[in-house]
C-alpha cells in the first residue's frame, strides 16, 4: 500500500489531491510536524509527505521511520515549503526532498507531478496556493491565465471556508483529497457548498466579536479562545487591532495554541517564534508571516509582551537599516 501524508489546510489537502491523481489507489493520511515520526510508523510503499515542516525537535525521529520505509523497498518524496531546520542538510536524506519557501506545498506538488496528473489538476494547486496566500508567484500566475481567475476564486474560496468550518474532522478531509482528485470542483458538493456558506455566515459575526473583543499589548493584538479558527482570527484581530502582528488563541489541555499572522515584511514569524516560544517550555515556528506556537497556560501573558518587544525590536532595527 502506498501512502500521501499531508498536512490536514488547504495547501495540505490540494497537494494531497495532485499527489493521489498521480498515485491512485495511495492511502491518504493526515499529519503535522510533532506528529509525522509517530504517524510514520504505519507508513509503507511509496510514501509521498506533502506541507509538513520538518522539525528540528523530530528530525530524527522523523529520518528514521524514513530510512525504515526505503529499507523495507518503499521510497520517499517529500515535498514542503516551510523552513528547513537549523543545519539541515539535503545530503543523507532517504529519499527526494522538494523544498522552497518561494511557493506553496500545492504548487510544489503540482509541478513534481505534472507528466502524471491531467492538466486540469492546475487549478487544485490554485487553490492550495489561494488558501496560503502565495497566488501570486510566477507559477500560479502562469498557471492561472488557462482559467476563468473569478470562477476560479469561487471555488477556492468554497474549499477554503468548509476546510476551516470542518475543524479536525478528517474523515471529510479525506473524502475531499479523493474529490479534488477526480477532478470535480468544489461547488459541485452539497457538502462543502453547505458548510462553506454556514461557515461563511459565522464569520460576518465573529468578525465584529473580534472588532468589539480585540485586546493588544503594544504592537500585537489578540484575542483569546473565541471557539472559532485561530488562523482567521488573527487575521482579524490584527486588522481591529491596528497592529501589525495578531494572535488567534485557544486553550487547550493546559496549553495556549495560537495562530499568529503579520502583514509586515519586515517582521519574520518563523524566526521570532524560534527564538522565543523555547523561553517560555513552548515551540513555534512556520512561515515568516504566517505561523504558529503553544505555550504553558500560565506563561501566555509573559509570552506576549516579551514577544511584543522582540517584535518591535524587529520593526526598529529594519526600518533603520534604510
Ligand atoms: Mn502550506
Redesign the pocket.
Known amino acids: 500500500m502506498d501512502w500521501i501524508v499531508a498536512?490536514g489546510?488547504t495547501?495540505?489537502i490540494c497537494?494531497a489531491a495532485i499527489a493521489l491523481a498521480a498515485r491512485k489507489g495511495s492511502k491518504v493520511f493526515f499529519s503535522h510536524p510533532s506528529g509525522l515520526a509517530e504517524d510514520l510508523k504505519q507508513a509503507e510503499g511509496n510514501v509521498v509527505i506533502c506541507?509538513i515542516a520538518l522539525s528540528s525537535t523530530f528530525l530524527q525521529e522523523v529520518n528514521d521511520e524514513l530510512e525504515r520505509i526505503v529499507a523495507g523497498g518503499g521510497s520517499i518524496v517529500y515535498i514542503?515549503?516551510?523552513p528547513l531546520p537549523r543545519g539541515f542538510s539535503k545530503k543523507g536524506f532517504p529519499g527526494k526532498m522538494v523544498s522552497t519557501t518561494q511557493s506553496?506545498?500545492?504548487e510544489l506538488t503540482y509541478l513534481e507531478f505534472r507528466d502524471l496528473v491531467p492538466a486540469d489538476m492546475s487549478r487544485v494547486a490554485i487553490y492550495?496556493a489561494i488558501?496560503?496566500y502565495?497566488d501570486n508567484t510566477y507559477e500560479i500566475r502562469r498557471l492561472l491565465r488557462n482559467w476563468e481567475k473569478r470562477s476560479l476564486y469561487l471555488e477556492s474560496g468554497l474549499l477554503i471556508q468548509a476546510i476551516d468550518a470542518g475543524g479536525r474532522d478528517y474523515e471529510a478531509k479525506r473524502r475531499m483529497v479523493s474529490f479534488l482528485a477526480s477532478n470535480r470542483t468544489p461547488s459541485s458538493d452539497e457538502e462543502i457548498v453547505e458548510k462553506a456558506i454556514a461557515e461563511a455566515i459565522a464569520e460576518e459575526e465573529m468578525r465584529k466579536r473580534i472588532k468589539e473583543e480585540v485586546k493588544v499589548v503594544g504592537r500585537v493584538a489578540y484575542v483569546l479562545d473565541l471557539k472559532w479558527s485561530m488562523g482567521k482570527s488573527a487575521v482579524y484581530a490584527r486588522a481591529y487591532g491596528n497592529t501589525p502582528v495578531g494572535i488567534g488563541a485557544e486553550t487547550r489541555k493546559g496549553r495556549i495554541d495560537m495562530s499568529i499572522r503579520s502583514s509586515s515584511e519586515q517582521i519574520d514569524l518563523n524566526e521570532l517564534l524560534q527564538e522565543i516560544a523555547p523561553k517560555y517550555n513552548g515551540s513555534g515556528g512556520g512561515?515568516s508571516m504566517a505561523a504558529g506556537a503553544r505555550v504553558p497556560e500560565g506563561k501566555f501573558f509573559e509570552f506576549l509582551v516579551d514577544f511584543n518587544a522582540l517584535v518591535e525590536e524587529n520593526e526598529k532595527k529594519r526600518t533603520v537599516e534604510y
Open positions: 498536512h489546510d495547501d495540505g497537494s506541507d514542503d515549503h516551510h506553496c506545498t500545492s492550495g488558501g496560503d502565495m512561515h
